[in-house]
């Protein structure tokens, strides 16, 4: 019982600053909707940004944070510091020089990536996409790694720094649409901002990083037993995290060759879903997949259940009114939240429907 109340207590802690990014990821997507409603731009940059987030939550904050901390979580266990060191800055290591190419090859095949994905537009909504498609895309870089760092420090139950990391690029976002003036478009000045929000998040853990004792050092080893064991774990949760990523990236298929604004509108309307899976269920799983690894590795099975279980009826006691009161009040939701500047009857009605 002691540990489900730990797990309640770092999810508090957790959604107390997620709430807090999701009040600014609010003023961003107000900030967004405000300057491009959900016209040609608006779609162009909902694509150009859904690519390389989707890819992040697929790759980065997914399947390789899933698959790395179960890993870390055995070599805490043994307390062998040393070893862990080395694990991690092994990982490390090949995760710098993979996402490095991932980045450099998105960059180079944008427009074929864009054209994939937003095979509906026109040749200008397809140039402009792309443009802002290779603004963006070193973001995917530099939150997989912002994520391993997350769960390194998951591990080790810190949980504030990478919670708050989110919130900076909010702020960054929001700070670069008030300079959209000195830009070509605002969808440049966002694009930008996101890019800057992404090396915020990996510098606000580096603090946290240090007090656990961790030094960052170049330690290329493909053969390194614990990253062989990541490797062989990211391939079942890419399979298991890719099914909800590739519908995402087939919804964008089918709203590009839809009415303008309704890649848009759809993004926005998954961002007021997300603001009750972030502020609260993201939460409580970042909480309980440190404490559900190290009750595995003790081959705790009932406890494990217990967890699992308690777990389900948080999310299902928050989740289950939250849906019904989406659906109820979905068009009053949009009116107060996104109605402004570009953001008209039209926008509402799409992004409530969506």
């Known amino acids: ?16 600053l997620t709430v807090l990014s999701r009040i600014f990821g609010y003023i961003r997507d107000k900030r967004i909707s405000f300057l491009l409603g959900t016209g040609d731009l608006a779609d162009a940059y909902a694509v150009a940004f859904r690519i390389p987030n989707t890819l992040r939550r697929l790759v980065g904050e997914g399947a390789v ?3 790395f901390i179960p890993v870390f979580s055995e ?6 510091r040393k070893e862990i060191w080395e694990f991690v800055n092994a990982v490390f290591s090949v995760a710098i020089v993979a996402m490095s190419i991932v980045v450099v090859a998105g960059i180079l095949a944008s427009s074929y990536i864009v054209g994939f994905f937003a095979v509906g537009f026109n040749a200008q909504k397809l140039e402009a996409t792309t443009m802002l498609n ?41 700070a670069l649409s008030f300079l959209s003036d000195f830009f070509p478009n605002p969808g440049v000045a966002l694009s930008i901002g996101v890019v800057i929000g992404g090396i915020l998040q990996i510098v606000i853990q580096i603090p946290s990083l240090r007090r656990t004792g961790w030094r960052l050092r170049w330690l290329w080893d ?12 990211i391939g079942p949760r890419i399979f298991g995290i890719g099914i909800v990523q590739i519908d995402v990236l087939i919804g964008t298929q089918f709203a590009s060759r839809m009415i303008e604004g309704s890649v848009a509108s759809i993004g926005l309307a998954d961002r007021v879903m997300e603001l009750v899976l972030g502020g609260y269920v993201i939460a409580l799983s970042t909480a309980v997949l440190p404490l559900l690894t190290r009750q595995a590795a003790a081959n705790r099975i009932e406890d494990m259940k217990t967890t699992l279980s308690f777990s389900m009826r948080l999310v299902l006691f928050i989740t289950l009114p ?33």
């Open 1 to 16: 019982m002691s540990e489900h109340r730990s797990v309640l207590k770092s999810t508090s802690l957790i959604s107390a």
């Open 75 to 80: 070599y805490l266990a043994e307390n062998k």
């Open 65 to 67: 944070s899933a698959a």
């Open 322 to 354: 939250a849906t019904v009161g989406l659906i109820l009040l979905r068009v009053q939701i949009i009116e107060v939240l996104f109605e402004g500047g570009e953001f008209d009857r039209q926008s509402i009605e799409l992004t409530a429907w969506a």
């Open 222 to 233: 493909l053969a390194h037993p614990g990253v062989r064991r990541v490797v062989a774990l």
């Open 134 to 174: 290779r603004i963006i895309f070193p973001y995917i870089g530099l939150v997989s790694l912002s994520a391993l760092a997350m769960g390194v420090l998951n591990s080790f139950g810190r949980f504030a720094a990478s919670a708050f990391a989110p919130v900076l690029l909010n702020m960054s976002i929001i």
